[in-house]
């Protein structure tokens, strides 16, 4: 037997060895060594040999295995008995009890073996654990030093498995049957260990006093506290465990890096990483593994906040960040531009940190999406003074330039890579020429139409697409012609289509068509053959032809997609036929075609050009289907909120910002721009708030100077500049801020009336160098002009001269507007005269600005020549016209003309909107001419007015403040009633208040009336509860 098993041995060491050689070659791999083609080769002959050796080794011994067993059979060797199979061995015991019973016989158990017995038992069989093991002490003969390593090792296995009634029972029984007495602290720290790992708190805590009581120093030993952690962490208490470490650091006592470690371990297990890092409050020293897993934590969960704060933690505790905890960082870093993931990798290559070449690449591949060239840059140039940039490297930082639309670079990158001597795949060949294209390299497409000719038809189609999308219509056909005579046997449907779409894609319909009638000669026309025509023909405004096109397609039998489709509805949104638009959206119905992202956005879109609003809401309804989903992509989100902040769609806008937080939409720093936007339209200031914290704070995004100015704007609309003024001096140093944000800073002051702090800020402007321009004075001037400081106002119209800014009609406008205010209507018409004189048309604006001065100061005769010059100048009246026209007709007494100005503008679908401010006028006119029957009529049928944004807060409070003079006070109650409940029905929109004037003379009304004890407090309370002042004085008697 001897010699079958040498021979044994030589069967398995070939395996052994080339496992050996396998693993050795994986480490080369990992580490980044290239093996050339031929040494694969070389190694794989190889292989293949030491196959056959080893094959053949089995075989030969085998056969001597064999010859050897006859041999010792003949020499009467017993043999196995019969029946019996080789490989057969004892069968397991059923039970974890048996077996260990079974294994016992054996002899004394000790050491690992008895904790590994141990464990089995007490998870399985907890009742029999003490009779079994200590019985098992009895039988056997163990010197006294090993039984009470034994007894000792069977407490732990209990504390552990939170057995404390075990832990007991194994001490008694160990005293009374063995005579092993356990040292009193073992055993206080045996119950503390037990009663902690299965969560009896109230019991953990008792142990503790009793250990008090009996201390000399009335402490807890730091033993104790620490067995009592490590239970806690086991069942879960992790606030018990945090009380315990502040126990300890109470007590002067330093905590185990381990003890942290498995605080934040345990803490993620129970999903409650964040929480239990916040209830620390920094007050607990966090070691490097800790850091680790609360910045993987951060990663996970895409918070940049928690991420920045566990970082400056441990930078303010003097923890050095471990090479994981860098690398934690740069994968959720990596995911913004903002320069944060720069300074970590090269804090990370100052520690002498070498990251491999696969988060190398993960890092490239992520700045694509981030569009984090910096980063991809500084990554790649690391690789290069490693002498590691391979091939798929510098196809992932080429993907990354491409991503940012900088082809050019992407370029460069092809020129490198051909001076190491790399060789492109075809992959990389096709995606370089669509680059060269794009970069406008016609050298580099010339280059590589020389090393793609010839071979597989994609090179042609590269070519040809390539020529297509630089233009180069010539060159396109003549790459195709080259294909026909070189080799006629890959042209195929596709060839030819791609040529049309080159020709199509230029407006080149004429040599499309002639292509495809020398198609028809050889090929089939196929549906994209058909779409491209169609496409072609949509795109010259020929959409009779698509149609035609769309006809020939289906008397064919090829059956019409969302593609073809998409093409008609494209043509005729570019002719602003919205009618023929809604019948191609009936024909996708009818053939049961789903609206995609093309359909949404090119509806959005048109939505925009209509020139007649109506038509415009009526293309928005499309909004309304069920089958259109605007959260599949950011650009049909995008194209929506554009389309919905354009027409003021307040429905639709509420809509799409609730859906947005559970969509699968992805916000770039342009969409939020937008989403503050529309929180601002909706009035909800609080919601702008919580996009601007998700952007900068959770995901890390730095604000462009378009979305800091939404945000600034918004505040401002709010009045709220001091808020807005604090955000900017925030941002100042990080964000350009253009001339538009200063415009919208002044103009915020302008509003509060303080000309002042205006002033302030246009020479922080000169300091800071910003350009100045005709925004910039003309905001300035209309700060001061509102203030009625025309003489300031007019300085500023002269220094604006001398800094080369022409003013405009806004700026004529807010000088008008100053006069205007101060009564000075001659002054006014001087300055609207001089305007025109400069060549300026007077627009609606203007004329609004002198309409408005003249009925403020009852000049109804100058109104009247304004309205007749209006009208003569073809000016559109806005809505704003509509308000000064009812109250100058309130003014005059005549309440007919006041409602005859508000009804024709509803029957006028192309005249201006009538809003809640046209709401509120009515209603005040009907209140100034005593009629409060038609006030209230009025005010119920405005309810009723298709996309009406009211009644507001304003016509509230012109009902209530009116109604009690004219005899209706029961009625002006019920309606503040209603206030409070309609006015701020919507979520997340900021409260809209009833004037306190109006308020204060509700009241006054009703202690006249005797009924303020009846009606007062409960109204007071309905107030404060919908958020209204109520002035205690109010309801003195």
Same mark, same amino acid.
């Given at each position: &037997?001897?010699?079958?098993?040498?021979?044994?041995?030589?069967?398995?060491?070939?395996?052994?060895?080339?496992?050996?050689?396998?693993?050795?070659?994986?480490?080369?791999?990992?580490?980044?060594?290239?093996?050339?083609?031929?040494?694969?080769?070389?190694?794989?002959?190889?292989?293949?040999?030491?196959?056959?050796?080893?094959?053949?080794?089995?075989?030969?011994?085998?056969?001597?295995?064999?010859?050897?067993?006859?041999?010792?059979?003949?020499?009467?060797?017993?043999?196995?008995?019969?029946?019996?199979?080789?490989?057969?061995?004892?069968?397991?015991?059923?039970?974890?009890?048996?077996?260990?019973?079974?294994?016992?016989?054996?002899?004394?158990?000790?050491?690992?073996?008895?904790?590994?017995?141990?464990?089995?038992?007490?998870?399985?069989?907890?009742?029999?654990?003490?009779?079994?093991?200590?019985?098992?002490?009895?039988?056997?003969?163990?010197?006294?030093? /090993?039984?009470?390593?034994?007894?000792?090792?069977?407490?732990?296995?209990?504390?552990?498995?939170?057995?404390?009634?075990?832990?007991?029972?194994?001490?008694?029984?160990?005293?009374?049957?063995?005579?092993?007495?356990?040292?009193?602290?073992?055993?206080?720290?045996?119950?503390?260990?037990?009663? /902690?790992?299965?969560?009896?708190?109230?019991?953990?805590?008792?142990?503790?006093?009793?250990?008090?009581?009996?201390?000399?120093?009335?402490?807890?030993? =730091?033993?104790?506290?620490?067995?009592?952690?490590?239970?806690?962490?086991?069942?879960?208490?992790?606030?018990?465990?945090?009380?315990?470490?502040?126990?300890?650091?109470?007590?002067?006592?330093?905590?185990?890096?381990?003890?942290?470690?498995?605080?934040?371990?345990?803490?993620?297990?129970?999903?409650?990483?964040?929480?239990?890092?916040?209830?620390?409050?920094?007050?607990?020293?966090?070691?490097?593994?800790?850091?680790?897993?609360?910045?993987?934590?951060?990663?996970?969960?895409?918070?940049?906040?928690?991420?920045?704060?566990?970082?400056?933690?441990?930078?303010?505790?003097?923890?050095?960040?471990?090479?994981?905890?860098?690398?934690?960082?740069?994968?959720?870093?990596?995911?913004?531009?903002?320069?944060? *993931?720069?300074?970590? !990798?090269?804090?990370?290559?100052?520690?002498?940190?070498?990251?491999?070449?696969?988060?190398?690449?993960?890092?490239?591949?992520?700045?694509?999406?981030?569009?984090?060239?910096?980063?991809?840059?500084?990554?790649?140039?690391?690789?290069?003074?490693?002498?590691?940039?391979?091939?798929?490297?510098?196809?992932?930082?080429?993907?990354?330039?491409?991503?940012?639309?900088?082809?050019?670079?992407?370029?460069?990158?092809?020129?490198?890579?051909?001076?190491?001597?790399?060789?492109?795949?075809?992959?990389?060949?096709?995606?370089?020429?669509?680059?060269?294209?794009?970069?406008?390299?016609?050298?580099?497409?010339?280059?590589?139409?020389?090393?793609?000719?010839?071979?597989?038809?994609?090179?042609?189609?590269?070519?040809?697409?390539?020529?297509?999308?630089?233009?180069?219509?010539?060159?396109?056909?003549?790459?195709?012609?080259?294909?026909?005579?070189?080799?006629?046997?890959?042209?195929?449907?596709?060839?030819?289509?791609?040529?049309?779409?080159?020709?199509?894609?230029?407006?080149?319909?004429?040599?499309?068509?002639?292509?495809?009638?020398?198609?028809?000669?050889?090929?089939?026309?196929?549906?994209?053959?058909?779409?491209?025509?169609?496409?072609?023909?949509?795109?010259?405004?020929?959409?009779?032809?698509?149609?035609?096109?769309?006809?020939?397609?289906?008397?064919?039998?090829?059956?019409?997609?969302? *593609?073809? !489709?998409?093409?008609?509805?494209?043509?005729? /949104?570019?002719?602003?036929?919205?009618?023929?638009?809604?019948?191609?959206?009936?024909?996708?119905?009818?053939?049961?075609?789903?609206?995609?992202?093309?359909?949404?956005?090119?509806?959005?879109?048109?939505?925009?050009?209509?020139?007649?609003?109506?038509?415009?809401?009526?293309?928005?309804?499309?909004?309304?289907?069920?089958?259109?989903?605007?959260?599949?992509?950011? =650009?049909?989100?995008?194209?929506?909120?554009?389309?919905?902040?354009?027409?003021?769609?307040?429905?639709?806008?509420?809509?799409?910002?609730?859906?947005?937080?559970?969509?699968?939409?992805?916000?770039?720093?342009?969409?939020?721009?937008?989403?503050?936007?529309?929180?601002?339209?909706?009035?909800?200031?609080?919601?702008?708030?919580?996009?601007?914290?998700?952007?900068?704070?959770?995901?890390?995004?730095?604000?462009?100077?378009?979305?800091?100015?939404? &945000?600034?704007?918004?505040?401002?609309?709010?009045?709220?500049?001091?808020?807005?003024?604090?955000?900017?001096?925030?941002?100042?140093?990080?964000?350009?801020?253009?001339?538009?944000?200063?415009?919208?800073?002044?103009?915020? !002051?302008?509003?509060?009336?303080?000309?002042?702090?205006?002033?302030?800020?246009?020479?922080?402007?000169?300091?800071?160098?910003?350009?100045?321009?005709?925004?910039?004075?003309? *905001?300035?001037?209309?700060?001061?002009?509102?203030?009625?400081?025309?003489?300031?106002?007019?300085?500023?119209?002269?220094?604006?001269?001398?800094?080369?800014?022409?003013?405009?009609?806004?700026?004529?406008?807010?000088?008008?507007?100053?006069?205007?205010?101060?009564?000075?209507?001659?002054?006014?018409?001087?300055?609207?005269?001089? &305007?025109?004189?400069?060549?300026?048309?007077?627009?609606?604006?203007?004329?609004?600005?002198?309409?408005?001065?003249?009925?403020?100061?009852?000049?109804?005769?100058? /109104?009247?020549?304004?309205?007749?010059? &209006?009208?003569?100048?073809?000016?559109?009246?806005?809505?704003?016209?509509?308000?000064?026209?009812?109250?100058?007709?309130?003014?005059?007494?005549?309440?007919?003309?006041?409602?005859?100005?508000?009804?024709?503008?509803?029957?006028?679908?192309?005249?201006?909107?009538?809003?809640?401010?046209?709401?509120?006028?009515?209603?005040?006119?009907?209140?100034?001419?005593?009629?409060?029957?038609?006030?209230?009529?009025?005010?119920?049928?405005?309810?009723?007015?298709?996309?009406?944004?009211?009644?507001?807060?304003?016509?509230?409070?012109?009902?209530?403040?009116?109604?009690?003079?004219?005899?209706?006070?029961?009625?002006?109650?019920?309606?503040?009633?209603?206030?409070?409940?309609?006015?701020?029905?919507?979520?997340?929109?900021?409260?809209?208040?009833?004037?306190?004037?109006?308020?204060?003379?509700?009241?006054?009304?009703?202690?006249?009336?005797?009924?303020?004890?009846?009606?007062?407090?409960?109204?007071?309370?309905?107030?404060?509860?919908?958020?209204?002042?109520?002035?205690?004085?109010?309801?003195?008697?």
């Amino acid at each position: &037997m001897m010699c079958s098993q040498h021979l044994m041995t030589i069967i398995t060491m070939p395996a052994f060895m080339h496992a050996a050689a396998f693993e050795a070659a994986t480490v080369d791999n990992s580490q980044g060594l290239k093996q050339a083609p031929d040494t694969v080769v070389e190694e794989a002959g190889i292989t293949i040999t030491s196959v056959g050796v080893e094959i053949a080794c089995f075989c030969v011994a085998f056969a001597m295995i064999r010859f050897l067993s006859k041999a010792h059979s003949s020499k009467g060797t017993p043999m196995r008995q019969a029946g019996k199979k080789l490989c057969e061995t004892t069968p397991e015991p059923a039970t974890t009890l048996q077996a260990w019973r079974s294994h016992k016989r054996t002899g004394p158990i000790r050491g690992q073996e008895l904790q590994h017995w141990a464990d089995r038992v007490i998870a399985t069989e907890p009742k029999a654990f003490v009779e079994e093991f200590i019985g098992h002490f009895v039988e056997t003969s163990l010197p006294d030093d /090993a039984l009470r390593d034994g007894v000792s090792t069977l407490m732990d296995v209990a504390e552990k498995a939170g057995q404390a009634e075990i832990v007991e029972a194994v001490m008694e029984a160990a005293k009374e049957r063995l005579g092993v007495v356990v040292d009193q602290g073992h055993a206080h720290r045996s119950r503390l260990s037990a009663h /902690a790992t299965c969560g009896s708190e109230h019991r953990v805590e008792e142990l503790l006093r009793q250990e008090r009581e009996q201390a000399a120093d009335g402490t807890v030993a =730091v033993s104790s506290l620490a067995v009592v952690v490590r239970g806690y962490l086991k069942a879960g208490k992790i606030q018990g465990a945090i009380s315990q470490l502040r126990e300890m650091v109470r007590l002067g006592h330093k905590i185990p890096p381990r003890a942290m470690s498995e605080l934040f371990a345990a803490a993620a297990k129970a999903g409650i990483v964040k929480e239990t890092y916040t209830s620390l409050g920094g007050q607990l020293q966090v070691p490097e593994d800790a850091v680790v897993a609360l910045l993987d934590f951060a990663f996970q969960s895409e918070d940049f906040a928690f991420a920045r704060d566990v970082e400056q933690l441990a930078k303010d505790q003097g923890t050095a960040l471990k090479q994981e905890a860098f690398e934690a960082m740069l994968k959720l870093y990596v995911k913004v531009d903002d320069g944060k *993931a720069i300074e970590i !990798f090269q804090r990370m290559l100052s520690a002498e940190f070498v990251p491999c070449e696969g988060l190398c690449r993960y890092l490239m591949a992520r700045c694509a999406d981030s569009q984090n060239v910096r980063l991809a840059e500084s990554v790649a140039e690391h690789l290069r003074g490693r002498q590691e940039m391979s091939l798929a490297c510098y196809k992932t930082l080429m993907k990354v330039y491409a991503f940012n639309g900088r082809y050019a670079k992407a370029c460069e990158l092809y020129d490198e890579i051909k001076q190491h001597g790399l060789e492109p795949d075809a992959v990389m060949y096709g995606s370089v020429v669509k680059f060269a294209a794009k970069a406008g390299r016609t050298d580099l497409v010339h280059e590589l139409a020389e090393k793609l000719e010839g071979g597989c038809i994609r090179n042609y189609m590269w070519l040809i697409r390539s020529a297509g999308q630089e233009g180069d219509v010539e060159r396109a056909v003549r790459t195709f012609r080259q294909l026909q005579s070189t080799q006629p046997e890959l042209v195929d449907v596709m060839a030819y289509n791609v040529t049309i779409d080159a020709c199509a894609s230029n407006n080149n319909m004429a040599l499309a068509q002639q292509l495809l009638e020398e198609m028809r000669q050889v090929y089939p026309m196929n549906k994209f053959t058909y779409n491209t025509m169609m496409k072609g023909h949509c795109a010259v405004g020929d959409l009779d032809s698509a149609r035609r096109s769309l006809q020939e397609m289906e008397e064919s039998g090829i059956t019409p997609d969302v *593609a073809s !489709f998409s093409c008609l509805l494209s043509g005729a /949104a570019k002719q602003l036929d919205y009618k023929e638009t809604l019948r191609i959206i009936a024909e996708f119905d009818r053939r049961k075609l789903p609206l995609d992202s093309y359909v949404v956005s090119t509806m959005m879109q048109l939505s925009r050009k209509l020139p007649d609003a109506r038509d415009a809401y009526k293309v928005l309804s499309i909004l309304d289907r069920p089958d259109v989903h605007i959260f599949e992509d950011e =650009v049909v989100f995008n194209t929506v909120l554009d389309a919905c902040i354009y027409r003021r769609d307040y429905k639709r806008l509420s809509r799409a910002i609730d859906g947005y937080p559970s969509s699968k939409v992805r916000a770039s720093v342009r969409t939020y721009g937008l989403l503050i936007k529309c929180c601002a339209i909706l009035r909800r200031t609080q919601g702008c708030w919580n996009f601007w914290d998700e952007m900068v704070d959770r995901r890390g995004i730095i604000p462009n100077d378009v979305t800091l100015g939404c &945000m600034i704007d918004a505040l401002v609309e709010a009045k709220r500049v001091e808020d807005a003024l604090a955000l900017f001096r925030d941002w100042k140093t990080k964000v350009t801020c253009d001339t538009i944000i200063y415009s919208t800073l002044i103009k915020g !002051f302008a509003s509060i009336g303080d000309a002042d702090r205006a002033m302030a800020l246009f020479q922080d402007m000169r300091t800071d160098g910003v350009q100045l321009n005709h925004i910039v004075f003309t *905001a300035l001037i209309n700060a001061h002009a509102k203030n009625g400081l025309m003489k300031r106002a007019e300085q500023l119209m002269e220094e604006m001269e001398k800094e080369g800014c022409k003013p405009n009609a806004i700026t004529y406008s807010s000088m008008i507007r100053g006069h205007c205010v101060r009564g000075d209507l001659s002054s006014a018409l001087q300055v609207f005269q001089q &305007m025109v004189d400069c060549g300026f048309r007077a627009d609606a604006v203007i004329f609004n600005t002198l309409l408005d001065g003249c009925v403020q100061h009852r000049n109804f005769e100058l /109104a009247d020549e304004l309205l007749l010059k &209006m009208k003569n100048a073809k000016v559109a009246p806005s809505n704003f016209t509509l308000s000064i026209l009812v109250k100058m007709w309130s003014k005059r007494g005549d309440l007919d003309k006041a409602f005859e100005v508000v009804r024709s503008a509803l029957k006028d679908s192309t005249g201006p909107k009538v809003d809640a401010q046209v709401g509120a006028c009515i209603v005040g006119a009907c209140i100034h001419n005593r009629a409060p029957e038609r006030a209230l009529e009025i005010f119920e049928e405005m309810k009723t007015w298709p996309s009406f944004d009211g009644p507001d807060n304003n016509t509230y409070s012109a009902l209530i403040s009116g109604l009690p003079r004219l005899g209706y006070l029961r009625k002006a109650v019920e309606l503040t009633d209603e206030a409070c409940v309609r006015l701020n029905t919507n979520p997340g929109q900021d409260k809209r208040l009833l004037a306190p004037n109006a308020l204060a003379q509700l009241f006054r009304a009703l202690r006249n009336e005797r009924l303020l004890q009846e009606l007062g407090p409960r109204l007071a309370a309905k107030l404060r509860k919908a958020g209204m002042g109520v002035d205690d004085k109010w309801l003195a008697q």
